[in-house]
């Protein structure tokens, strides 16, 4: 699976646009782009994925960039709720396994 | 997620314990997976199930051991050959190894 790189803490003010980077410069052609969030002492929520396409869906919007080097995730109107560890993964469609790295911790700030 | 239970969400070994997590849906997916996290670090692959009566070995399996009699329930045993054994484990579930995972709320063991 390809590694990723995203930034290690981001701040977003309430009720703005929340976008997290995550490069991925060695994806592979079947490779699609995951993304979870875990809020502390809790399991990982997934969020949304995808493979080369933008996606959306209720909670989240993921715009891969048309070389899928690098995506962007979405969260249109940030909440004090949306506090978490950020994680964005690539793997193989039928891989069994997801490769979590480190994250980005984006706090919500009032 | 809901759907996936994790029982106890806290557990305390003492050294040379055997102890049992238990994992058990009721989303009737086929596969269950089995990850650890430590600290401020990602999550590792510690067995996979992708139907029943079957299971794999995933990146750091020594010291633990599965099984999967029922689609529902995914036990894992962390016997006394686990080292490290205090860490967050995590379940997770998915229809099938096409879709993503969702995962439990996890148990966080410890030694005593």
């Known amino acids: 699976d390809a590694k990723t790189t995203q930034p290690t803490s981001m701040d977003c003010a309430e009720g703005r646009a929340a976008n997290l980077p995550c490069n991925h410069s060695t994806i592979s052609g079947n490779e699609y782009v995951y993304w979870y969030r875990q809020i502390h002492s809790q399991g990982p929520q997934y969020i949304i994925h995808?493979?080369?396409n933008n996606e959306t869906n209720e909670m989240a919007s993921l715009i891969i960039t048309e070389d899928r080097k690098s995506s962007t995730l979405i969260l249109p109107h940030a909440t004090l709720r949306d506090t978490a560890v950020y994680y964005c993964?690539?793997?193989?469609?039928?891989?069994?396994?997801?490769?979590f790295g480190s994250g980005t911790k984006l706090n919500v700030k009032p | 997620d809901g759907g996936i239970t994790q029982s106890p969400k806290y557990l305390f070994r003492k050294e040379g314990q055997n102890v049992t997590l238990s994992c058990e849906q009721n989303l009737n997916h086929d596969a269950m997976y089995w990850y650890r996290q430590d600290p401020g670090q990602g999550l590792r692959l510690i067995y996979y199930?992708?139907?029943?009566?079957?299971?794999q070995k995933g990146d750091i399996a020594e010291g633990y051991s599965v099984s999967r009699e029922k689609k529902e329930s995914f036990p894992l045993t962390v016997t006394s050959a686990q080292k490290n054994p205090t860490a967050f484990y995590l379940c997770a579930t998915a229809e099938d190894r096409y879709q993503p995972q969702h995962f439990g709320d996890g148990t966080r063991l410890s030694i005593l």
């Open positions: 199930s992708q139907i029943v009566n079957d299971f």
């Open positions: 993964i690539v793997r193989v469609y039928n891989f069994n396994k997801f490769y």
């Open positions: 995808g493979l080369k």
